[in-house]
């Protein structure tokens, strides 16, 4: 494609988003079908953050295709669209719009000035992408969107917690959970982006009570979690070795380990092994913590806890495949270590604030980041001769994932669901649910069988507010469900729901009269988007908030397996016993060429308007759909947009061919006596039609795609087209040419409009309505093709491709012998009985004066190769007449591109003057009437000179020379 091809595209695309708009296209095909069966889709709402990228344009795209598939097949398609706009995503785009780096400028600047900015930008980037999705063709009801900051949504999921609530399923607790120093809030385990980091490699040994040469070996990362180590756990069932080294101390750790060379890894050369014993003797040992001075804490729990500083045994935990097989455990830091707190009956002790920064039960680290705090520990245990070595690591470690800060894991007391206990449930619904690809499934599975309790507050200011009441007296709750239900309650008119207006609004105690205040939390916003089946009923026209149902099909990125996928099926199981959605289709990421993550750090970032305003959406659309298996992710880069340009230029000069042909040959379409190849195409066009509604039928996308390009630019313009430029030379094989590509590609424009619905319809109102005598002002109001099962021949079809094997081998015995693929040679051998009666189409799709089914002669003129049908051989031998016939089919290719230049029709008969090398025009003459029909010559003139040629052409050392002058000059 050419770039002025590029800005035509653009400007047509342009032209058709007008049309659409002024004749209010999309709700006159919605129309259409407003009482026919449903098709339920739900869109998984984007959060707008800014505008969209590739993986936006990529997700929108695969829905159209589905949504306009589905409602060309007859059904009413549910495709509302919608914005997640709560929470951090929005939080830290006004952050870092207004300068700020915690939660104290937020609090400066005042919680209802920031919560207005934020749904400020919201609101204002969700016009933003939806023009951007618009401008992609993407066809939903961009009128109607579904937001989650509406008041009415605002209550579904309110709704949702109270019923959670009612069914025993809301609890609050302690955890050690993920927490963001820089958000300072707390974040679930569907919220940690895992980034490789590197961190400290600290081994230290820990003394046994009583025993002054007695040491228990222990490997960590952070070295600032053991200011609250209160455990050493150790795996009970493996062995475990103590060794003396050459300082005569004796050293504990795993076995396993000790063979693999770690005390060489910390640089003990020799050591001697003087027990071998299981974990579980090391059980109920006392130990000197190593920070017992600068901490006095742990001298107070020592005395009033029985486990304290004691070693213990975990088979779950504990593994003697890394560190040292010994594990410091600090109750307060890790959620494994805080189950094993649990299990000992140890004291929960916050040592770090909402900052990470240590507070006074830290001791001699009070004030001090965790960072900070781990330098510090490594000094004195280096001091206090406890250090064995320190190195780094480079790991997958969890950070924020809006604002990529490094998580610590920290005890807080939140808000959960209770969900775990619901693990098999959810496992056996799962396997009721259909994946595109299949293999997600398990992925799936996978993480719900792990699946912990959902902590569902958050300590920051945008959001849905927990709905929960506390009394400042009793700590009695109550959970609100509704507006209505807090106006009945408080006696107050709930004129805005959101922070911090909604933390004003108090509920006398109906246990002791106290005053209730809400808790300060927000929701966490996977709750918003799991709740949007239900929550969003209200702003389509339902108020009950049970009356969903089940989706037949969603379609979102590889990331929502633990996101978004994960909450609508455990919140609709949790909540109604019922499946949320029957079929998923999974995407992946978006890359560059090389694989790399798009970052504006690294420069490699491309924007989908930018790829529109260079090549059109139609060739983004094109590729997006066709170059991505499902699941896997997607390279993206100028370079690999080449397949789609050509598809879409191809598409255009197809049309643009029938177009010519129903102008330049009036007489019309002729459906009788066709030949082999126009039966080919229509069978294969009823065959197109089969495959590609059992592909989108069955979610088949990329394949979908496929088959639409294999077919347009293989099936029809490299073969077909190619086949029969020849025989509409005739107008009453140019009127059979005529019917067949206007019964072909009438079908392949319905079947095209899903994945290019703006090009379809420019080429329908350009081109087909015309032809189709079509009354629709839409291609989009035609129904979705049928099958004609009587016009399909797959023997036909089986042989056509034996043929086309044939051509392509052909072609390649010229390219080898220095024969360009247009010049005729003498005769083709073709080892194959089945194919006889076919012999006119072979002889003109190979250019060869003759065809014989038999094995090729054994001689040197005949050049042979190896298909599937065995050996075809082609004869080079040049005769006199084969060279006039190569000649003047290059010199008329030479005059008709020369003729389309000057804008002649093919019915514009013309005088051409030639000029020459004697033999050359001494060939021509025994071709002349076949020159003349090649070139729409009424006369050919042989001069003996000229002057101003419009083109010479060479040919075997020679050259001819060439005039074209308008009959009437």
Same mark, same amino acid.
């Given at each position: ?310 070693? %213990? ?36 002790? /916050? ?26 520990? %490594? ?107 807090? =106006? ?145 992710? /997607? ?166 491709? %034996? ?126 009437? =076949? ?37 009437? /000059?």
């Amino acid at each position: 494609m050419t770039p002025s091809i590029f800005k035509l595209v653009k400007m047509w695309e342009e032209e058709i988003l007008r049309y659409w708009s002024e004749r209010d296209i999309y709700e006159k095909v919605k129309g259409r079908y407003e009482n026919k069966p449903l098709f339920r889709f739900l869109d998984g709402p984007p959060y707008p953050t800014g505008p969209i990228h590739l993986g936006h344009s990529w997700n929108k795209t695969l829905k159209d295709i589905v949504l306009r598939f589905w409602r060309m097949r007859g059904y009413a398609v549910v495709d509302t669209p919608g914005y997640d706009m709560h929470g951090l995503p929005i939080e830290v785009q006004v952050e870092k719009k207004l300068g700020f780096r915690s939660k104290r400028d937020i609090i400066k600047y005042g919680v209802d000035r920031f919560v207005e900015e934020c749904k400020k930008l919201a609101l204002e980037n969700a016009k933003i992408e939806t023009a951007q999705f618009q401008r992609l063709g993407v066809w939903m009801d961009w009128d109607r969107p579904y937001m989650t900051v509406h008041p009415s949504y605002v209550e579904g999921i309110w709704w949702t917690i109270k019923i959670m609530a009612e069914k025993g399923r809301l609890y609050r607790g302690w955890k050690v959970l993920g927490w963001c120093p820089r958000c300072q809030t707390v974040l679930a385990q569907h919220e940690y982006e895992y980034k490789t980091k590197k961190s400290p490699s600290m081994y230290f040994k820990v003394k046994l009570s009583g025993d002054e040469a007695r040491y228990i070996t222990v490997w960590t990362t952070t070295p600032w979690t053991l200011v609250g180590n209160m455990l050493i756990a150790v795996n009970p069932n493996e062995y475990y070795v103590e060794v003396i080294v050459p300082e005569g101390e004796h050293w504990i750790l795993a076995e396993t380990l000790y063979k693999r060379g770690l005390l060489r890894e910390l640089g003990v050369e020799k050591a001697e092994v003087v027990r071998r014993f299981k974990g579980i003797e090391l059980e109920g040992l006392k130990y000197e913590h190593p920070l017992l001075d600068e901490v006095p804490i742990h001298k107070e729990f020592r005395a009033r806890y029985e486990n304290y500083n004691s070693i %213990v045994t975990s088979e779950e935990y504990v593994s003697v495949e890394e560190g040292t097989g010994c594990l410091h455990t600090a109750p307060s830091f890790g959620p494994e270590d805080y189950e094993l707190g649990l299990k000992y009956k140890l004291p929960l002790v /916050q040592f770090i604030d909402e900052r990470a920064i240590f507070k006074d039960e830290g001791g001699i680290f009070k004030g001090l980041t965790v960072n900070d705090a781990s330098e510090r520990v %490594v000094e004195l245990l280096e001091k206090k001769g406890l250090l064995i070595k320190l190195g780094s690591i480079m790991h997958e470690y969890p950070h924020c994932w809006r604002c990529k800060t490094p998580l610590v894991f920290r005890l807080t007391r939140q808000w959960f669901f209770r969900i775990k206990d619901l693990r098999g449930k959810l496992i056996n619904e799962a396997q009721k649910t259909e994946w595109t690809p299949a293999w997600a499934k398990n992925l799936f599975v996978s993480w719900l069988s792990n699946i912990d309790d959902w902590c569902i507050s958050r300590q920051r200011f945008w959001g849905t507010p927990l709905p929960i009441w506390v009394c400042e007296r009793c700590e009695n709750y109550h959970v609100i469900g509704s507006i209505s239900e807090l =106006e009945a309650l408080s006696g107050n008119c709930v004129e805005e729901i959101h922070r911090p207006a909604i933390d004003e609004v108090t509920l006398p105690c109906r246990r002791c009269g106290g005053t209730m205040r809400r808790v300060g939390d927000v929701v966490d916003v996977w709750v918003d988007s799991g709740s949007a089946i239900w929550a969003v009923l209200p702003q389509i026209g339902k108020e009950d908030f049970r009356d969903w149902e089940t989706l037949d099909f969603i379609l979102e990125g590889k990331d929502q397996i633990r996101g978004w996928f994960s909450a609508l099926f455990v919140l609709s199981v949790a909540l109604f016993d019922k499946l949320p959605f029957k079929r998923v289709y999974m995407h992946g990421f978006v890359t560059d060429e090389k694989g790399m993550a798009m970052h504006k750090s690294l420069g490699n970032v491309i924007a989908p308007e930018e790829v529109i305003e260079k090549v059109g959406a139609e060739v983004l659309r094109f590729y997006q759909v066709i170059s991505t298996s499902p699941g896997e992710d /997607q390279k993206f880069g100028y370079s690999l947009l080449r397949k789609g340009e050509a598809y879409v230029n191809i598409v255009i000069n197809t049309y643009n061919y029938l177009d010519q042909i129903a102008t330049y040959y009036a007489k019309g379409e002729v459906n009788r006596g066709l030949r082999a190849e126009d039966l080919w195409l229509i069978s294969k066009t009823n065959t197109l039609i089969k495959r590609v509604t059992e592909e989108l039928e069955s979610y088949d996308l990329p394949g979908y795609a496929r088959s639409l390009y294999d077919f347009i630019v293989e099936d029809v313009s490299h073969f077909y087209i190619q086949a029969v430029r020849e025989r509409i030379r005739s107008e009453e094989e140019a009127g059979k040419v005529l019917y067949v590509l206007r019964y072909v590609l009438e079908r392949f424009l319905k079947l095209m409009c899903p994945l290019n619905p703006m090009l379809a319809e420019r080429i329908y109102l350009q081109y087909m309505k015309r032809l189709m005598h079509a009354e629709a002002e839409s291609v989009h109001m035609l129904p979705w093709p049928e099958v004609e099962e009587s016009k399909i021949d797959a023997e036909l079809e089986r042989k056509m491709e %034996v043929i086309r094997e044939i051509v392509t081998g052909v072609k390649y015995l010229k390219q080898s012998a220095g024969i360009k693929a247009r010049w005729p040679c003498k005769t083709l051998y073709v080892p194959s009985k089945e194919l006889e009666g076919l012999e006119e189409l072979i002889a003109r799709v190979t250019n060869v004066k003759n065809v014989v089914f038999d094995v090729p002669p054994d001689i040197d003129v005949i050049k042979k190769l190896e298909t599937s049908i065995g050996p075809i051989g082609l004869d080079l031998t040049e005769t006199r007449e084969i060279r006039a016939e190569r000649l003047m089919r290059d010199l008329a290719r030479y005059i008709r591109a020369t003729r389309k230049k000057m804008g002649l029709k093919p019915r514009d008969l013309v005088i051409i003057e030639l000029s020459g090398d004697s033999e050359l025009i001494h060939l021509l003459r025994g071709v002349m009437e =076949e020159f003349k029909i090649r070139t729409g010559a009424e006369e050919v003139k042989i001069l003996d000179k000229i002057e101003e040629a419009q083109g010479t052409v060479k040919f075997n050392g020679g050259y001819v020379k060439f005039v074209i002058r308008r009959e009437s /000059q």
